[in-house]
């Protein structure tokens, strides 16, 4: 019998053979299984502790329901940002209108003169003050520290009302003024209600808004996980 010759494929032949070939899907397709897996599995994670912390928050100190009004000040909570407006009328003609942020800052104070004591830090809230007396008048803005238990002026503009300081000299710093006349601008905003108390009031308001803020995060947070 005569014996069959078999020729090597040439070129051509060979890549259409190649390309007649299955394609290696199968590894492919694991990766990305896998990596799916693990998405899941980090998304699963954060929307756990995400849960889990939310809960903890509302069992362990739960927010109250922000008031409306304090000592005649409208309050506007303003949800989702980072301070709060206050508004009040005051005798015949004035407007005070305050906007106040949320903590800003903080200051550490010594708890005794121990020196092993560690330090306690106050929170600290800016506040700005706005007195108007009627339309096209000037504005009396006084920009105020509020601190734990005290206010603190640190300035005082006259202003108009379109927000811009009409003369070019702004006012001294506060503390360059006669002490006389220090004392009589606190009781200007003392007799308005912008007091030792309102700062009091404030730091109250501000824990608990930062408590409700933190919480309305993570349920976004939460949503968004929860979301395929």
Known sequence: MARRIVRPLGGMAKRL???????????NLSRSYISEMRKEAFEGNILRLLRYEI???????????????????????????????????????????????MFDASVPVKKGNDASVAD????????????????????????????????EIRKVYVRGQNGRVDQPYAGPPFKELDDELQD?????????????????FLHQYMANKDKLEFIRWMEKAKSFMEKK
């Open 17 to 27: 053979l190649l390309q007649q070939q299955p394609r290696p899907v199968i590894f």
């Open 55 to 101: 809960r903890y928050e509302l069992e362990r100190s739960p927010p109250s329901q922000p008031i409306a009004e304090f000592n005649s000040f409208i309050i506007d909570e303003r949800p989702g940002e980072q301070w709060i407006k206050l508004n009040k009328k005051f005798g015949e003609n004035e407007e005070i209108k305050v906007e106040v942020t």
């Open 120 to 151: 306690d830090v106050q929170l600290h809230i800016t506040m700005i003050v706005n007195v108007f007396k009627g339309e096209g008048n000037d504005v009396l803005e006084f920009v105020c520290s509020a601190w734990p238990n005290n206010i």
């Open 184 to 200: 009589s601008l606190y009781d200007f905003l003392e007799t308005r209600g912008i007091n030792d108390e309102f700062c009091v």
